[in-house]
């Protein structure tokens, strides 16, 4: 088993940053990749970014050029600083790691973004 904490959600202005980390701990050895999703209100949950344990990082379109997913090793941590963030990032966003096929979230932060 694999548990997430993330921390680090809030209410920001729009055109602000915020950087949501994640804590992971349990059978954490051999994590594949870690990374984001996110779930708007009434909206089905979709990745935002990910990252393996090599450090390659993908992200989807939406984005891109303003989110930067990052990940520490050493403390089973992973991170997405959030720039210039938009009312439309407003949602709640999830921790998310794979590991010998099985996925694992953690219990979600809100952020919230007004305009």
């Known amino acids: 088993q694999v548990q997430l904490v993330e921390s680090g959600g809030g209410l920001v202005q729009a055109g602000g940053s915020l950087r949501l980390s994640c804590a992971a701990s349990g059978s954490i050895f051999s994590i594949d990749a870690m990374g984001w999703y996110r779930q708007a209100l009434g909206k089905q949950r979709e990745l935002v970014a990910a990252?393996?344990?090599?450090?390659?990082?993908n992200y989807a379109d939406s984005w891109k050029g303003r989110f930067t997913i990052s990940r520490d090793n050493a403390k089973n941590m992973v991170y997405l600083q959030m720039n210039s963030l938009k009312p439309e990032d407003t949602a709640v966003y999830y921790c998310?790691?794979?590991?010998?096929?099985?996925?694992?979230w953690g219990q979600g932060t809100q952020v919230t973004v007004s305009s």
């Open positions: 990252i393996t344990s090599g450090g390659s990082a």
């Open positions: 998310w790691s794979y590991r010998d096929y099985v996925q694992y």
